[in-house]
């Protein structure tokens, strides 16, 4: 299963794909009767996660999507039949969800159903999505500045909505969607440095700033710069940039390549490195003002967050900002995730590279195979270095890691590269091949 540089493009695509296959092995050995995955088999332990079986988070929806894309890039509709198992599962249990938001509510659960409906094609998993997304909209409710859920204009929270309502505006026809993700957007584009204030985070001091991509400034910049690519209304752009630098104004530079911090003042000398507060989500918001509004200035910052990465020696050296962990959130696979994302945008041979060599961490740290499929155990909280837990789900779990490892799987395949399942938070190419780049 080794992802070895020395051999040719095409067998280290091979052995991306073999892990993702023992991945889904795993994952259906966790399958329950009602077509949901558990978060955990393992009899040695538990989840790290609180139970959420219809969370894209940590739940069905995420393990859909995965099964999708493996059914794409093995040609086994085997995988198509344990996507429709699910969708039937998130039908049921979308319409008992309290939560709307997108990684632990019922927005994930509709773009998870929209992007099934695209593949299946049976009208089933459209029908839930439409229904799901119809709850979303009736349960919006007006705020000072505009329209609202939480109030919280974050990723994890208000922000996740509107970027779920941008894709269901598209993929399910409803015009009225988009104009409701205005609505909403257009509360944290009137906030003088977007979203930047959660100290109401758990385990965060009251009075924390935190830059970040998931509950912080960065994630909902990348917001506001989304819903500015899908209008073209100035505000939606000027109100990113200002969030943008913000982030710029706090990070820690050093000549090509920039960290950012956990949170301030408290943590500026913490920096995280993965997707949820660190380098591989700030490094998302920065690509998507770059891809909406073409100034060469937010790639050359994408690529200054990937440099600092670089620059940590990580996957070999762990490093507080990316403890022992292999997951989408926190961990190898998001930062898979991101160098063969800007590897897709820019042709530059290193990010190839860099996510070559991660995922042939990922590789080799997976525990299995004798039979029963591919895990990643892993402490996935790090203030709690003793929990160590192997998950199911896409953003902490073997769903994501091995989603990640068939994106790259994709990179690798040159002219025969697919399109590959990207969430709403991720913007780089579906199609990750640069133009005109060739393999060996």
Same mark, same amino acid.
């Given at each position: ?10 067998? @280290? ?63 086994? !509709? ?108 257009? @509360? ?8 930047? +204030?959660?100290? %109401? ?33 100035? +505000? ?25 911090? %956990?949170?301030?003042?408290?943590? +500026?000398?913490? %920096? ?11 490094? @998302? ?9 073409? !100034? ?110 068939? %994106?790259?799987?994709?990179?690798? +395949?040159?002219?025969?590269?697919? @399109? ?21």
């Amino acid at each position: 299963m080794s992802l070895d540089r020395a051999r040719s493009a095409g067998e @280290r695509a091979d052995a991306a794909l073999r892990v993702a296959v023992g991945a889904a092995r795993w994952i259906r050995s966790a399958a329950a009767d009602d077509g949901r995955w558990l978060a955990n088999p393992d009899a040695r332990g538990t989840s790290a996660l609180a139970p959420e079986p219809a969370s894209l988070y940590a739940g069905a929806p995420g393990i859909v999507l995965f099964f999708l894309e493996l059914a794409a890039a093995t040609g086994d !509709d085997d995988y198509l039949r344990d996507a429709r198992a699910g969708c039937r599962y998130l039908a049921s249990a979308g319409r008992e969800m309290a939560d709307v938001t997108f990684h632990h509510g019922l927005s994930g659960v509709a773009v998870a159903l929209c992007e099934a409906g695209w593949v299946l094609g049976d009208g089933v998993a459209e029908e839930a999505a439409a229904a799901a997304m119809k709850r979303v909209a009736r349960s919006v409710r007006p705020m000072e500045g505009g329209a609202g859920w939480s109030g919280d204009p974050a990723l994890r929270a208000d922000g996740g909505v509107v970027l779920a309502l941008l894709r269901a505006a598209s993929m399910l026809g409803v015009p009225a969607y988009e104009e409701l993700a205005v609505e909403a957007g257009a @509360r944290a584009a009137r906030l003088a440095v977007p979203g930047h +204030r959660f100290g %109401h985070c758990p385990g965060l001091p009251v009075d924390a700033v935190t830059p970040g991509f998931l509950a912080g400034t960065a994630g909902t910049a990348y917001m506001l710069a989304r819903l500015y690519g899908a209008t073209g209304q100035e +505000r939606f752009l000027e109100a990113a940039r200002r969030g943008a630098a913000f982030v710029r104004e706090v990070s820690v530079v050093s000549g090509a390549t920039a960290l950012v911090p %956990h949170h301030l003042p408290q943590g +500026r000398e913490l %920096h995280y490195l993965g997707y949820c507060s660190g380098s591989a989500g700030v490094a @998302r918001m920065f690509y998507e003002l770059y891809r909406v509004a073409g !100034d060469a200035g937010d790639l050359e910052w994408a690529e200054r967050l990937a440099g600092g990465v670089m620059a940590r020696g990580v996957p070999w050296r762990s490093v507080p900002g990316l403890w022992e962990t292999a997951c989408q959130c926190c961990g190898a696979a998001g930062l898979v995730e991101l160098f063969t994302g800007l590897w897709a945008a820019t042709g530059r041979a290193a990010y190839l590279e860099s996510a070559q060599v991660l995922g042939e961490h990922l590789a080799g740290r997976a525990s299995g195979d004798g039979g029963g499929g591919l895990r990643w155990y892993q402490a996935y909280r790090r203030l709690r270095p003793g929990e160590v837990s192997a998950d199911t789900g896409y953003m902490a779990g073997a769903a994501g890691i091995g989603a990640a490892m068939l %994106h790259l799987e994709a990179a690798l +395949r040159g002219g025969r590269a697919r @399109r590959v399942v990207l969430l709403p938070d991720n913007p780089f190419p579906e199609i990750p091949v640069p133009a005109g780049t060739s393999h060996a």
